[in-house]
């Protein structure tokens, strides 16, 4: 069965310390991995889209990385803005249009300064 | 806004009520999708319209009925709903490749008494 585990399920850090979140995968063939970042009371809003083993991605203070079951989003020096739930999906079908996804519990994110 | 515009943003229904949920998107995005989101789940997939067509009905209950009248225009309908349907539904929009991800409405908070 396909499936997305996250970890920490919740993470607190000081402002400029910087950590890790983890996505871990099950899924025949990866044809995607997406991260996503949430705001309380708004939805996903897109970060990046990783497809195959070794691929990195940045953005700011974030950098997502990807091995063959595993996805790791860095965050770097974060500051307070940066608190929210991360959430990792990957892709588990493919359609003429459009793909559907499966997600991950997702890592709340809390910085304080 | 993200592009992807979702009423109402709150809803209160008893069981017997009959009601609808929006969503639109003028992104030129081919596929559509409904996503539920609990306190401590993942998001879980309930529909995927692919080019105006449903590809995916992901064993949700006929209580819930999707209407896509066309590649802009998503709908929910509801009718007889339970107290465990109350959850964040949320309407998500992607390019033909979903190589880009989704993009999400903000969500309809819904809250059934």
């Known amino acids: 069965e396909d499936q997305v585990t996250q970890s920490p399920e919740a993470l607190r850090l000081q402002e400029g310390e910087s950590s890790s979140l983890n996505c871990s995968y099950t899924?025949?063939?990866?044809?995607?991995l997406f991260w996503y970042r949430q705001d309380p009371g708004k939805g996903p809003e897109f970060l990046f889209t990783?497809?195959?083993a070794g691929e990195e991605k940045e953005k700011e203070r974030l950098k997502a990385t990807l091995t063959k079951k595993e996805s790791f989003l860095h965050i770097t020096a974060p500051k307070p803005e940066d608190s929210a739930t991360y959430l990792c999906?990957?892709?588990?079908?493919?359609?003429?249009?459009?793909?559907?996804?499966?997600f991950g519990k997702g890592t709340t994110l809390s910085v304080s300064s | 806004e993200t592009g992807v515009t979702q009423t109402p943003r709150h809803l209160v229904m008893g069981m017997t009520n009959k009601k609808s949920l929006k969503c639109e998107q003028h992104?030129?995005?081919?596929?559509m999708y409904w996503y539920k989101q609990s306190a401590k789940k993942p998001l879980e997939l309930m529909f995927v319209?692919?080019?105006?067509?449903?590809?995916e009905n992901n064993s949700v209950p006929s209580r819930f009925s999707p209407e896509c009248p066309n590649s802009s225009h998503l709908f929910l309908h509801l009718h007889t709903l339970q107290p465990e349907d109350s959850a964040l539904y949320l309407c998500?929009?992607?390019?033909?490749?979903?190589?880009?991800?989704?993009?999400f409405g903000s969500g309809t908070r819904l809250t059934v008494v």
């Open positions: 998500a929009s992607s390019q033909e490749s979903g190589a880009y991800g989704y993009t």
């Open positions: 899924v025949s063939g990866l044809r995607g």
């Open positions: 990783l497809y195959s």
């Open positions: 999906a990957v892709i588990y079908m493919e359609y003429q249009a459009g793909t559907a996804l499966i």
């Open positions: 992104l030129g995005h081919n596929a």
């Open positions: 319209y692919s080019l105006e067509e449903r590809v």
